[in-house]
């Protein structure tokens, strides 16, 4: 279920996957294919990690990458979540296709 919501965004973020939803920041995104895929990857991993295991995940990954770079929004890039789903947006096919846990071989890249 895809919903608008624009005051729930900061910055640049123009969607969000909280399962088993895609927030958006416009209307106009919902007829963006590329971002609802990303966010549909995005639901794959959280489901395929049952909800809350994905976001302690998300959030101790993020934690220690800007411990790392001293730069959150470079921790947000290098998430191995983010990766396969940057890597992947642009195939429509992907998900088809996907075996589960993809986004590990991320984690050290």
Known sequence: MILVFRHFFYKNYVGLSLWPFIFLKTRSLKNDDVLINHEKIHLRQQQ???ILPFYVLYLTEWAIRAIWYL???KAYQNLSFEQEAYMHE???D?????RTFSFIK???R
Request: hydrophobic share 35%.
């Open 106 to 108: 991320y984690l050290w």
């Open 48 to 50: 395929e990690l049952l």
């Open 90 to 92: 642009n195939n429509m």
């Open 71 to 73: 730069d959150s929004y």
């Open 94 to 98: 992907y998900l088809s296709s996907r």
